[in-house]
């Protein structure tokens, strides 16, 4: 009876991406979210109807054979909102891996891209937000230690600019270009824009301070304290100051910061907003926030929050060269026998080393250790220069 042999394997490399979907499915689920599976496909119609929620316009179409107008999915949060049952009794707590397909934000072809994420649908109230936010904290941490996550709250830009559309009457495309100009962060564009519209000084003090309001959370909610000219700006500062508490009970607070001119789409975000980013990144990695103005569009009458982490994105992460291209490589001569090398290197590869035989070192190939077989007798050399 032939003896089982028991080999060693050496441990398999992973990318940045494959790690986090595995740690972070169950980091998801020991908060109670389910895991959502949906087709790569949904009808045209739903994105067509809704291309403020995307990132881009273009979408990937194709006629199915019963001739519906189909398209690639360019989003996951749109298709969880059209299948979702919860309302303001029952909540849904929901988390996915799906691959989507959108346009290059550089170049001009599209991208498939690899996206994990959560939402939380139903009556999401401070501890459901700040639950929330814990989690893309967490999300971050599990990957790379050097991040910073940035929130804001969409009242304090929007109740300016509606201040603006009562008080000095300007039209939606103003309204929506000072909007960019604020998240732009740039200052000597909107003092141009709003002086040429004829906004009062004191007004156009007030949009010229939103990019300064940024930092700390503490200290930038006492500074953005001095621009409040409404109930609802004050209860958005306040809001974000309960969810910061929660997060520190939470052990999530850890690089949050404050970003008030971070602004979502007005159509359908409402509410706390925020971004992840990796310090070696220059773009962002995780993007969420509220968006029951989105429920509301489908007829729902429900709250709405979650994220989405851009799982691509973390391949351009800085991960440590491995020094050895393989732990052992083991020379032999072209006289020896093939039991004898098949022998050598298999002992080789049972005790979990990367291992090659070759009858001659190949160039650039950087090894830990160098054997020599000769008449099936295996030595280590002193050096592997």
Known sequence: MTKDIKMKYKQAKITPAEAAARNLRGLYEQYGYQKFK????????????????LSGDKVLTF???DGRLMALKPDVTLSIIKNSTADMQSSEKLYYTENVYREDREG???VEIEQMGLEYLGDADDYG???VIALAVKTLQSIDQEYILEISHMSFVTELLDDLTKECGIERRDYVHLLNLIRRKNVPGIAKVAESLGIPEEKIERLKAVPTLFGPVNETLKRAGKYVINDEMSEGLDQLERVAKGLRAMNASKNVQIDLSLVNDTNYYNGIIFKGYFRELARHVLAGGQYDKAMAKFGRN???????????????????????????LMLYGAKEPLENVAKAITGLRKQGLSARAERARPKGLRCGKVYRLKDGVLTERKTNA
């Open 38 to 53: 949906m087709s790569k496909f949904e009808e045209y119609g739903l994105y067509a109807s809704n291309m403020d929620f």
């Open 302 to 328: 429900t709250g709405a929050i979650g994220f989405g982490l851009y799982l691509n994105e973390l391949s351009q992460l800085a991960v440590e060269k491995d020094k050895y291209d393989v732990d052992a």
């Open 129 to 131: 937000i700040t639950e």
């Open 63 to 65: 006629t199915d054979l």
């Open 108 to 110: 001009n072809n599209f």
